[in-house]
């Protein structure tokens, strides 16, 4: 399952995406909806996560940053 990395308390605003940057802080970026482009990425926090290989990282339910174990190397079903 999954495990809080940070408490961040982001609060969320429609038509935004919002995600964990290169440089482990949490941006938001504004959503492209038919003719209209999105918006270049803009830090909502700051938080320095250093991101460790083999788990994605995310923003949950309550605006804190999140990490599960990612699901690799299964077989496939007949």
Do not use: C, H, W
Not at 3 to 28: C, F, P, Q, T
Not at 43 to 50: F, R
Request: proline share 1%; hydrophobic share 30%.
């Amino acid at each position: 399952m999954a495990e809080k990395v940070a408490k961040a308390g982001v609060k969320r605003e429609s038509g935004y995406l919002y995600y964990l940057d290169k440089n482990g802080d949490v941006s938001r970026a504004k959503m492209a909806r038919g003719k209209d482009k999105g918006g270049a990425p803009q830090v909502v926090t700051k938080l320095g996560i250093k991101r460790e290989k083999g788990y994605l990282y995310y923003l949950d339910k309550n605006g804190d940053v999140s990490r599960a174990k990612m699901a690799r190397g299964r077989k496939k079903e007949k």
